[in-house]
């Protein structure tokens, strides 16, 4: 039995996935009157699919300036507003039309397509030399926290004063009275 070629393998592969040769790279034709004509880019790049039923892994099958053709296995219906992430970008979208696991999603604002086709040129990624950014020190963070103990110690030492002055007047004026009406008598 002779060996099978990469591209048989890889047909073979999509029609057990129920996506036929010719469909892999082409979305569906549709009459849509609001369907732009641009540039479209043919990928073929994992992402994740965030929509109200959840994350879902989820495939970029092409992209343009202000839409993304897209195959998940779940995917929110015509309407619904997802996010799509891959690696560090996000891209918020509006499902325009879904067919079976295919689905377009337009996006308000132009996207980044250069640098979501290249995910290692993006800013996140490039390494340049900026100020360090050090916690901060310790030894300030404990005279702090000594600043706010002392506060709250002296606080309660105020507040203990009162009271003892409080009760001073009250056994004072409790027991003026009676100590009197006794001076009295005894200076007879």
């Known amino acids: 039995m002779p060996s099978e070629s990469v591209p048989d393998q890889l047909f073979r592969g999509l029609t057990r996935l129920g996506i036929s040769a010719g469909d892999a790279m082409?979305?569906?034709?549709?009459?849509?009157?609001?369907?732009?004509?641009?540039?479209?880019?043919?990928?073929?790049?994992?992402?994740?699919?965030?929509?109200?039923?959840?994350?879902?892994?989820?495939?970029?099958?092409?992209?343009?300036?202000?839409?993304?053709?897209?195959?998940?296995?779940?995917?929110?219906?015509?309407g619904s507003i997802v996010?799509?992430?891959?690696?560090?970008?996000?891209?918020?979208?509006?499902?325009?039309?879904?067919?079976?696991?295919?689905?377009?999603?337009?996006?308000?604002?132009?996207?980044?397509?250069?640098?979501i086709l290249s995910p290692n040129q993006t800013a996140a990624m490039t390494l340049t030399a900026g100020p360090a950014h050090r916690r901060a020190d310790p030894c300030r963070r404990h005279d702090r926290r000594s600043q706010g103990r002392m506060i709250e110690y002296v606080g309660a030492v105020v507040i203990a004063c009162l009271l003892a002055a409080s009760a001073f007047g009250l056994v004072e004026r409790a027991l003026g009275r009676p100590l009197a009406i006794i001076e009295s008598a005894l200076a007879n």
């Open 26 to 78: 082409n979305p569906p034709q549709r009459n849509f009157p609001h369907r732009r004509r641009e540039l479209r880019r043919r990928v073929v790049m994992p992402a994740r699919l965030r929509s109200n039923i959840g994350w879902t892994d989820a495939c970029i099958l092409n992209i343009s300036s202000h839409g993304v053709l897209i195959q998940s296995a779940r995917i929110e219906p015509r």
């Open 83 to 115: 996010e799509l992430w891959r690696g560090e970008t996000v891209i918020v979208a509006r499902v325009v039309w879904r067919d079976g696991a295919r689905a377009g999603l337009e996006t308000e604002c132009a996207l980044p397509v250069e640098q």
